[in-house]
Structure formats: structure tokens, C-alpha cells
């Protein structure tokens, strides 16, 4: 079973398909198509940061993609494809809800509980969970006082409203990141206003987007080869980049020349009176930088107003900042990120042990190679905590994910083995060297980014090796770090 029809759970759905035959699989998702974030967020301006060369999947690379940085559409359709392509489709339960999750120790199975937006709460058995959720689709929520009383439209780019007309309206949008950078050149011109609040600074890169052209198109269907030369070149270009993370003198030059650019790029294409504002006063690679293809064009614009005047109340149709002002508003768009909520769903393993519990014993999320835990037998991650990267694309560490499960779990498929589990030993062992590699890069820096666990002060999110380290991982003979069971004969997955 898989959870999250998202670009994780199609990839390891079409790997178990085509390397393994397997047909006896499902795919649940709340949402009510496959694509994840991809099909959540439809906002106005969205798209990749990554070169679209890079995004897509190795086995099914995409020679259509029109603009080097692809748009949401794009690449809904793209996935759409293959799911139509290995026929995941066959496979995916729509609007239904992970609720939570318990090991059987007699039947050595899964038994997963979920709800249905039809047909209600049910209980599925399965021999093998895999959790392929990711964090980029619950919307974070608005706290301020009076938002309840707001008589406007309050849309968060998570949960666009395509029906909302922002026509002659005064908007404030709020957030910073690189769903606002994308949204407010995109609907500048048919709002009246726009009042953007933000909090944080980044770092503000130049990102022009180039066409592809249709003969160029033409030439990757005709010869797939310079497509793959492509990829390849652009994938190495960006990780020559991962040295740049690293706390010692080679990435502390460097960074200091990103720094320098984007300093150099927003003094030559923002206002000067918005220069403090958008400047970052912390080191580059603490959050996430931020691709320009418009936004700071926006603030010459005499509609655009960007503010870090902090919001005290909102009313039945303005906002009243810190400073006293109030501005009137007709519309609220919320480009403030995710809540982080995907790991809350209740996991029991052996002997009614928790994941919060487990968790709790480590003082932080812990995993294993960031795709198990131990007492969770025949549990798996894609995308699990620690192994984003801020520099590459991250379909390219899920295949690395996906391979490295299938491997761990083939003597299952293949009926030799009814669990497995990763030893306690190997889990502790890789989470020190884990959090020693964080604490030797930028990433352990406190700067406020969502990177870090403001429960534990523990960064839960960034893989701190380059990509070719996880890759190696995939093809290590690691049979020492898992305990396989034979007791019983498998079932169904």
C-alpha cells in the first residue's frame, strides 16, 4: 500500500510495476487526482525552480516540456502521462484520508485505517506501508486576531479559488517565499493594488526562464540521447553547487559570492527604499533561495507596495498593521508555506510502540538511510526526514529512495521473507553521522527556516551529502543493517 499519489508515490508505484510485475498494489491520496503538490497548487504563476530537463523521472524522461522552467500545468500533464503510461491509474483510490497505521505481530501485516470522503472510515490489511506523503499541501493557516470577521476572500495558493474574480480588487498578499515571487507578477495586472507583508528576507536570484522551442522538441523525440546529454550536464552543474552548504573555507567563499550577486542583482533591479527589506542579513543557504523571473520588475510598479509592517487585526475589510495603519482589503491571499503535519498521523509498530515515541527516544525525527525505523517492520519512507536538498531535484533523490526500498524489500515480493526491519543499532549509528555531516554545513544555522524543529532545534529536513553519496547508498550491500523475518508466508501488498 501507498500512501500519497504525489510524484513519490507514482514513481514507486511505476518501479514496482515495471522491475517487479507487481499488480497487487493501491494508492491512496485525499486528493481527488494523482500529482501531490502538483495537483494542490494551481495558483496563478506557479512553477518549477528546478530546469525541467531534471524533472522528470529517469525512466520516463520528458522531451515536451516548452519552458526551461516548466510550469504547474506542464507538469501535471507530464505526470498525468505516466500514470497513464505504466497505468497507476488502475491503482489510485482518490479523496481518501491516511487516519493511522498498526503492525499485526501474529499476521505480520499492516493494518491501515482510512477515511473515505464517500464511503466513510474502513480498515485496509497490507504486507508492506509505504508512506510517500509529502509536506507541500496542507496550507498553513492565518492566526490573527479579527481574520474570522474578514468579509472578503481568503484563498491560500495551496487551495487557489479559480472562480474568485481578483479583478479591480485592493489584495494583500502574504509571504515572501517562492510561491509570493511567483504569484504577484502573475495577477498584478488585474488587481488594483497589491500589498505584499512579508517577514524574512531571501535570497533573491536571477531565474530567466527560456523557451524551448518546438524544433528543439522535435529533436528530443528523434534523438533521446541529447536529451539524456542534457539532463546529465545540468544535473552535474547543480551538484557541483553541494560544496557551497559546507561550513569550511571553499563553501564559505562561495557563498559569500552568491551573496554578493544577489545583493548586486536586487540593488540593480529593485527600488532603492526596498533594498534593507530585501536583503538577507543571515548566510546564504539557511532557507531557500528564491528564483526571480518578474517580482522585483513588480515593486516599480505604482499598484505594488511591499511591507514588513508587522499585521495586529484584521477587520471585515482591512488590515491594521503594528505601525497603526489600516488598509483597506478586499481580497487576502496567503503565500505563507505548508504546516508541516505530515508525520502526525499515528504509526503503532511492534508492541504498540508509536513513531511520536520513537521519535521521543531519539529527541528529534529519526530514521534510517531516511526510509525506515526500527520496530515499524516492512515501513517505509519516500521522501522521508532528512533528505531534501536545496540545490537539486528531488526526483531525482526519490528514484534513489525507490530503489533503495525495492532492494531492502525484494526478499518479501519474492516470498523468501514474510518482514524486515532496520537493526536499532544501524538507525542510531546513521543518525549521529547524520546530525555530525548537518553540523558541519549551514544548515544547523538557527535563522528561522521551517528546515529546523523548533520543538528540538534539530534540522529534520536537509540530506547533508551530496547526491551521488545517497545513490551509492542504493547499490551498498547493506544486509548487515536489517533483521528479516521468515515465519510466515507473505499476502498481499
Not at 69 to 88: A, C, G, H, K, M
Not at 277 to 285: D, R, T, V
Not at 372 to 387: C, K, R
Request: with cysteine; net charge neutral.
Amino acid at each position: 500500500m501507498i500512501i500519497g499519489g504525489g510524484v513519490s508515490g507514482i514513481a514507486m508505484a511505476c518501479r514496482l510495476k515495471s522491475v517487479h510485475g507487481l499488480d497487487d498494489l493501491c494508492i491512496y491520496d485525499r486528493q481527488e487526482g494523482l500529482g501531490g503538490a502538483w495537483w494542490a497548487n494551481t495558483y496563478p504563476g506557479c512553477a518549477v525552480d528546478i530546469p525541467g530537463f531534471c524533472y522528470s523521472f529517469s525512466f520516463a524522461p520528458n522531451p515536451d516540456f516548452t519552458k526551461l522552467f516548466p510550469s504547474q500545468s506542464e507538469v501535471l500533464t507530464y505526470l498525468s502521462t505516466v500514470v497513464r503510461q505504466y497505468r497507476i491509474d488502475e491503482h489510485f483510490i482518490r479523496g481518501t484520508e491516511w487516519i493511522n497505521a498498526t503492525w499485526n505481530e501474529e499476521t505480520e501485516t499492516w493494518l491501515v485505517t482510512l477515511r473515505n470522503n464517500e464511503a466513510g472510515q474502513f480498515t485496509q490489511e497490507c504486507k508492506v506501508l509505504i508512506s510517500a506523503v509529502g509536506g507541500l499541501v496542507n496550507p498553513q493557516g492565518l492566526k490573527v486576531p479579527g481574520v474570522e470577521t474578514f468579509k472578503g476572500e481568503i484563498i491560500h495558493t495551496a487551495r487557489w479559488n479559480h472562480d474568485a474574480d481578483l479583478t479591480n480588487k485592493h489584495v494583500a498578499v502574504i509571504g515572501n517565499g517562492a510561491s509570493a515571487v511567483q504569484l504577484v507578477p502573475a495577477i498584478l495586472n488585474r488587481v488594483k493594488s497589491v500589498t505584499q507583508f512579508m517577514r524574512t528576507p531571501h535570497h533573491i536570484v536571477q531565474g530567466d526562464n527560456y523557451d524551448i522551442s518546438p524544433e528543439w522538441r522535435n529533436t528530443f523525440h528523434q534523438f533521446p540521447l541529447i536529451l539524456w546529454l542534457i539532463r546529465i550536464a545540468i544535473f552535474l552543474w547543480m551538484e557541483i553547487t553541494w560544496f557551497r552548504f559546507q561550513n569550511n573555507k571553499l563553501g564559505q567563499i562561495s557563498r559569500a559570492q552568491v551573496e554578493r550577486r544577489s545583493r548586486e542583482y536586487v540593488q540593480k533591479s529593485a527600488p532603492e527604499s526596498y533594498w534593507d527589506m530585501l536583503i538577507p542579513k543571515y548566510e546564504f543557504g539557511c532557507k531557500r533561495r528564491v528564483f526571480d523571473r518578474g517580482y522585483l520588475a513588480t515593486l516599480e510598479d505604482s499598484k505594488m507596495r511591499l511591507t514588513n509592517d508587522p499585521i495586529m487585526e484584521i477587520k471585515s475589510n482591512s488590515i491594521v498593521t503594528r505601525s497603526g495603519e489600516e488598509l483597506h482589503v478586499d481580497a487576502i491571499l496567503l503565500a505563507n508555506g505548508f504546516a508541516l503535519t505530515h508525520y502526525d498521523v499515528d504509526i503503532k509498530g511492534h508492541n504498540g510502540k508509536t513513531r511520536a515515541q520513537h521519535w521521543k527516544e531519539y529527541g528529534h525525527k529519526a530514521t534510517f538511510n531516511t526510509i525506515a525505523m526500527n520496530g515499524f517492520p516492512n515501513f517505509f519512507y519516500i521522501l522521508g526526514p532528512n533528505s531534501g536538498r536545496l540545490y537539486t531535484s528531488t526526483i531525482q533523490i526519490i528514484e534513489s529512495q525507490v530503489d533503495m526500498v525495492l532492494r531492502i524489500m525484494e526478499p518479501i515480493m519474492l516470498q523468501k521473507a514474510s518482514s524486515v526491519e532496520v537493526k536499532a543499532s544501524s538507525e542510531r549509528e546513521y543518525d549521529v553521522k547524520l546530525h555530525d555531516a548537518i553540523g558541519k554545513t549551514v544548515h544547523s544555522s538557527l535563522c528561522g527556516s521551517y528546515f529546523i524543529d523548533k520543538n528540538t532545534d534539530k534540522n529534520w529536513f536537509v540530506y547533508p551529502w551530496n547526491t551521488f553519496h545517497l545513490w551509492l547508498s542504493t547499490l551498498r550491500n547493506t544486509s548487515d543493517d536489517w533483521d528479516y523475518s521468515v515465519g510466515l508466508a507473505t499476502r498481499k501488498f
